[in-house]
Nanobody, 123 residues
Framework: QVQLVESGGGLVQAGGSLRLSCVAS????????MGWFRQAPGKEREFVAG????????YYADSVKGRFTISRDNAKKMVYLQMNSLKPEDTANYYC????????????????WGQGTQVTVSS
């Protein structure tokens, strides 16, 4: 079992930055591929970014490529999402999730989810 708790969300102006954090408890986070998803009101949850077990491989949605960076620190059981050049369309609830393989965008394969942290980008 893994418990995930996100933090770092908030209100920011367009063009600004935020850093989301996800802390894991329970089984070692190094056993899992980690991902960030987001869900805006009235929309389906969508993949944002993923990172492999050791952090050697990353994958991003086209909509955030070049603006967002995912990273992890297994010793601290932390996963991060650095978000730069934020746009109003980035407004959503952001979720951290864990899976056991590299099928990054397959939402059904994520085994554990956090409760989410809200990001609001004003224009």
């Amino acid at each position: 079992q893994v418990q995930l708790v996100e933090s770092g969300g908030g209100l920011v102006q367009a063009g600004g930055s935020l850093r989301l954090s996800c802390v894991a408890s329970g089984r070692t986070v190094g056993s899992y591929v980690m991902g960030w998803f987001r869900q805006a009101p009235g929309k389906e949850r969508e993949f944002v970014a993923g990172i492999s077990w050791s952090g050697g491989s990353t994958y991003y949605a086209d909509s955030v490529k070049g603006r967002f960076t995912i990273s992890r620190d297994n010793a601290k059981k932390m996963v991060y999402l650095q978000m730069n050049s934020l746009k109003p369309e980035d407004t959503a609830n952001y979720y951290c999730a864990a899976r056991s393989d590299l099928a990054w965008t397959d939402i059904r394969g994520y085994l554990y989810w956090g409760q989410g942290t809200q990001v609001t980008v004003s224009s």
